[in-house]
Every structure is written in C-alpha cells, then in structure tokens.
T-cell receptor
Framework: GQQLNQSPQSMFIQEGEDVSMNCTSS?????WLWYKQDPGEGPVLLIA?????ELTSNGRLTAQFGITRKDSFLNISASIPSDVGIYFC??????????????FGQGTILTVHP | NAGVTQTPKFQVLKTGQSMTLQCAQD?????MSWYRQDPGMGLRLIHY???????DQGEVPNGYNVSRSTTEDFPLRLLSAAPSQTSVYFC???????????FGNGTRLTVT
C-alpha cells in the first residue's frame, strides 16, 4: 500500500519559536491535507492543498504542495502554547480507482514550553 | 450543526464480545469512513462507503463489518472483540471524493 513518512515524530520547542514538519510519499498525490488533533478530540482540518507548487497560509500556518507531488511541508510561525497537539499530513491518491481514499502520516507530536 | 457524531465515547469489552460503534452525520455527505488510531501508526482506514448501499474495505478491515443503509449512518461492528482491537476509532465524512474529511471525536475502545 501507499506509504507516507512524516517527520519529525515529535518536537519540543519554546514559545515563540518557528516549527517545520514535512511528509514524503512513495506515490503521487493530487491533494495534500494537514490536520491538527487536540487531546481527546478528532483531527481538525488546518490547510488543504490541491495543486503542485501551491503555497497556502492560514494565520501563522503555511503549507506547501511539493512540485514532485510526493511531498508537503507545514510551517508554524511564532508558536504559542495552544499549538500543542498532534499534527497529521494526509495525501489523496491520484488513482481513479482509489475513490479518494486518504493516506495519513504517523503524526508529529508538538510540545510548546511557555 | 452537529457534524459527525460518534457513540459511545468510551467502551470496555471482554475478548469475544461483540458491539457496534455508532456514527451519524447531518451534513448530507456521500462519503463516510472508519479509521483506527494507534500510537506511532497514524490513522489507518478500516472501511469506507461512497454512498448508501455501497461499502468497501480499507487498509485494516479484518474483524470489522460495516453497512450503509442510509446516507446519515455508518455503524462499525466488531464481531468478536480481540485485545488487538484496543484503539481509538474515528468516523469521518466528506461531501465527495474531492473535499476534506470531517472527523468525529472518537470512541476509545479497550478489549481485555
């Protein structure tokens, strides 16, 4: 099956620092999504990317869809304590028979020290 | 709007017991799916449905059954629970294959 490698697995940073995480795939995707999960809740969509090379921002968050369509990254600028959580990337296969199934990365656990 | 609603929030089962995890969405979404979340494994697709009456297997379907008799509901059945099925289960829906997934808040299942 498709593999998504997300790194780093965890990050411990000070409030105010910038954060960067990325995902790489062995397959081409036509959509990349970034989700955040707070403790005890389901993942919530942060940013959706639909075109290779696309760079999209949502407040302090910026994500890019890699030119090769096999990778994506997420940056968080000037982190704050409420940024704590698990961040997931997800890719949607370009194959028509996949019915739009998403493959998720393993997640990046972010801890922000005040 | 309620979005995606999952019940129960927590459940403890003994090995061999069966149960159904409920999922309902009120957004008229075509596509619904079930994922399990285990530490270090991300979210893995169990089963999905592209519309009422249509279901298919995901990455880890063994030990689970689903049905989709209505657009709104997509229950997940554990036929004979095993400790390996201890996990957090998430139901998710999307309007169509091109739109992002919306997740419920999960069901934490422990099988002893």
């Amino acid at each position: 099956g498709q593999q998504l490698n997300q790194s780093p697995q965890s990050m411990f940073i000070q409030e105010g620092e910038d954060v960067s995480m990325n995902c790489t795939s062995s397959s081409i995707f036509n959509t990349w999504l970034w989700y955040k999960q707070d403790p005890g809740e389901g993942p919530v969509l942060l940013i959706a990317l639909y075109k290779a090379g696309e760079l999209t921002s949502n407040g302090r968050l910026t994500a890019q869809f890699g030119i090769t369509r096999k990778d994506s990254f997420l940056n968080i600028s000037a982190s704050i304590p409420s940024d704590v959580g698990i961040y997931f990337c997800a890719g949607q296969s370009a194959e028509r028979t996949s019915y739009g199934k998403l493959t998720f990365g393993q997640g990046t656990i972010l801890t922000v020290h005040p | 709007n309620a979005g995606v609603t999952q019940t129960p929030k927590f459940q403890v089962l003994k090995t061999g017991q069966s149960m159904t995890l409920q999922c309902a969405q009120d957004m008229n979404h075509e596509y619904m799916s079930w994922y399990r979340q285990d530490p270090g494994m991300g979210l893995r697709l169990i089963h999905y449905s592209v519309g009422a009456g249509i279901t298919d297997q995901g990455e880890v379907p063994n030990g689970y059954n689903v049905s989709r008799s209505t657009t709104e509901d997509f229950p997940l059945r554990l036929l004979s629970a095993a400790p390996s099925q201890t996990s957090v289960y998430f139901c998710a829906s999307r309007l169509n294959r091109y739109s992002p997934l919306h997740f419920g808040n999960g069901t934490r299942l422990t099988v002893t």
